[in-house]
């Protein structure tokens, strides 16, 4: 394969990352995935009880969602790229997923604590 075809594949993959993650975020912050020790932003403050899950998460939903929806774009603009550029979209995508997962993650966590 040539490296605009693997850019390309890459590309679509982080794309494709990018929508799912919005997809649980949205549906974790709906109240549609129940507290578990497989999906979610579980933490201790998060997994104390049934309420302090769900408070957690619909506090996460915003900085969650933000990140991920906003980390498409250089997902798409790594597939324009030329020479070795695309690397630069690659660690900006990084770091909005990040970066969305850790300010949902303090978020959950201010409000499971008053959630008890």
């Known amino acids: 394969m040539t490296d605009g075809i693997v850019v390309s594949l890459i590309a679509v993959l982080l794309v494709l990352i990018s929508l799912g993650l919005c997809w649980l975020f949205a549906a974790l912050g709906a109240g549609r995935i129940k507290r578990n020790h497989f999906v979610g932003i579980r933490i201790p403050s998060t997994l104390r009880s049934d ?50 997962v850790m300010a949902g993650a303090i978020a959950a966590h201010r409000a499971a604590a008053v959630a008890g």
């Open 51 to 100: 309420a302090a899950w769900y408070a957690g998460h619909r506090a996460a939903r915003g900085p969650s969602l933000l990140g991920s929806a906003l980390s498409v774009l250089p997902a798409i603009g790594s597939a324009f790229t030329v020479d070795r550029t695309h690397i630069v979209f690659i660690l900006a995508w990084v770091l909005l997923v990040v970066g969305g």
